[in-house]
């Protein structure tokens, strides 16, 4: 059983172009999370998948972020034009029922703009 | 909205010493309460979690944690530290409601152990 896993693990990215963060969660889990850890701000929801339902976006910090799961499965996490405030550790993590209050968390994506 | 607290920021206690990491949460209601520890570049790891029923609760590594009501806390406890415990610890909350299990997190508390 692989836990959930994420690509890149660091990205170096110049301002206003645009990255692709994955995550791959666990086999199975139905429910997939975003979060962002950042200095300023700690850790903070993004958005949330669960099972067909529509995404709970309510976290994303602007209109340049947005995230797709394909198939249930693998999901990516899209940020344009970035900025230098996106340098942050992006944080997927998964569930599944009867558990999905027990969240289980990828190693992240350290994105770094310059 | 529900929040967390985590008021120290920073502790530093010797091996083999006893450790209480402070967390207070904000909510009208029983939220799910969890700790979760980050070792350095790794993701979170859950250490215990409380949703109901007895309010002292076990978790990995031999870490444990109270749930008081009266005082809105729910502090991590670990009787003798070792040095591989040294890491970021927090806290969070999820509203008890099914369909809204995002984790709102408590800043983080560092842990720094000295022989």
């Known amino acids: 059983g692989a836990g959930v896993s994420q690509s890149p693990s660091n990205k170096v990215t110049e301002k206003g172009k645009d990255v692709e963060l994955r995550c791959d969660p666990i086999?199975?889990?139905?429910?997939l999370y975003w979060y962002r850890q950042s200095l300023g701000q700690g850790l903070e929801f993004l958005i949330y998948?669960?099972?067909?339902?529509?995404?709970?976006k309510s976290g994303l910090p602007s209109d340049r972020f947005s995230a797709e799961r394909t198939g249930g499965s693998v999901s990516t996490l899209t940020i344009q034009r970035t900025q230098q405030e996106d340098s942050a550790v992006y944080l997927c993590?998964?569930?599944?029922?009867?558990?999905?209050?027990?969240?289980?968390f990828g190693p992240g994506t350290r994105l770094t703009v310059t | 909205a529900q929040s967390v607290t985590q008021p120290d920021i920073h502790i530093t206690v010797s091996e083999g010493a006893s450790l209480e990491l402070r967390c207070n949460y904000s909510?009208?209601?029983?939220?799910?309460l969890f700790w979760y520890v980050q070792s350095p570049g790794q993701g979170l790891q859950l250490l215990l979690k409380?949703?109901?029923?007895?309010?002292l609760v076990q978790g990995i590594k031999g870490f444990e944690a109270e749930f008081k009501r009266s005082q809105s806390s729910f502090n991590l406890r670990k009787p003798s530290v070792h040095w591989s415990d040294a890491a970021e610890y927090f806290c969070?909350?999820?509203?008890?409601?099914?369909?809204?299990?995002?984790?709102?997190f408590g800043t983080g508390t560092r842990l720094t152990i000295i022989p």
């Open positions: 909510y009208g209601a029983t939220p799910y």
């Open positions: 998948f669960q099972g067909n339902s529509a995404p709970d």
């Open positions: 969070a909350v999820v509203r008890s409601n099914f369909g809204n299990e995002k984790l709102t």
């Open positions: 409380y949703f109901s029923g007895d309010t």
């Open positions: 086999s199975g889990h139905t429910a």
């Open positions: 993590a998964s569930s599944s029922y009867p558990d999905f209050y027990e969240q289980y």
